[in-house]
T-cell receptor, first 112, second 119 residues
Framework: AQSVTQPDIHITVSEGASLELRCNYSYGATPYLFWYVQSPGQGLQLLLKYFSGDTLVQGIKGFEAEFKRSQSSFNLRKPSVHWSDAAEYFCAVRSGTYKYIFGTGTRLKVLA | GAVVSQHPSWVICKSGTSVKIECRSLDFQATTMFWYRQFPKQSLMLMATSNEGSKATYEQGVEKDKFLINHASLTLSTLTVTSAHPEDSSFYIC???????????????FGPGTRLTVL
């Protein structure tokens, strides 16, 4: 069955520190992968996506993600976190019927 | 580009009444829209897939007579919560699938959500 796992429910980092949010997926074919960010009480904003090609994907707000087929992972990274990055982050995989399967999310807290 | 709006952003209603939520794709035509429900501090749960001009496809466990979906045009889908009860209180989010072709292919763009509180 298709699934997405985000092992970390909460992550706390200091402002200026680097960040990595983990995402593992289970999908039979080549996956279409996405990272979204959600601020409190808001909808989801697309950070980046991977369909094919270069496995290192650049997104908005200085985020990047690397697709590793051998590890079934699509981890999100940022070299230096800003206080405004505090939010909930969701990883998703697109199914064959164009539905998205979301992970449970990782809540990021940024310490000043 | 790829902006999706929802209206209203929040609504409070009495138990037993019906509430309609609108989802619009502002700058692109969306043949497919999706409706999600999100409980506090949880992930998004897909409720149904809305295809323009046809009946919505509901996920298992979602009552289609309770949550009426209409996708009458390429830019508008509506979700009506009928005879709402307190347990229907939630955050409802819609998304619109980008049309084929271009860099936005197969990407869902999300609305800002609607918070429904049923008293």
């Amino acid at each position: 069955a298709q699934s997405v796992t985000q092992p970390d429910i909460h992550i706390t980092v200091s402002e200026g520190a680097s960040l990595e949010l983990r995402c593992n997926y289970s999908y039979g074919a080549t996956p279409y992968l996405f990272w979204y960010v959600q601020s409190p009480g808001q909808g989801l904003q697309l950070l980046l996506k991977y369909f094919s090609g270069d496995t290192l994907v650049q997104g908005i707000k200085g985020f990047e993600a690397e697709f590793k087929r051998s590890q079934s992972s699509f981890n999100l990274r940022k070299p230096s976190v800003h206080w405004s990055d505090a939010a909930e982050y969701f990883c998703a995989v697109r199914s064959g019927t164009y539905k998205y399967i979301f992970g449970t999310g990782t809540r990021l807290k940024v310490l000043a | 580009g790829a902006v999706v709006s929802q209206h209203p952003s929040w609504v409070i209603c009495k138990s037993g009444t019906s509430v309609k939520i609108e989802c619009r794709s502002l700058d692109f035509q969306a043949t497919t829209m999706f409706w999600y429900r999100q409980f506090p501090k949880q992930s998004l749960m897909l409720m149904a897939t809305s295809n323009e001009g046809s009946k919505a496809t509901y996920e298992q466990g979602v009552e289609k007579d309770k949550f009426l979906i209409n996708h009458a045009s390429l830019t508008l889908s509506t979700l009506t919560v009928t005879s709402a009860h307190p347990e229907d209180s939630s955050f409802y989010i819609c998304s619109a699938r980008s049309p084929p072709g271009g860099t936005g292919t197969d990407t869902q763009y999300f609305g800002p959500g609607t918070r429904l509180t049923v008293l």
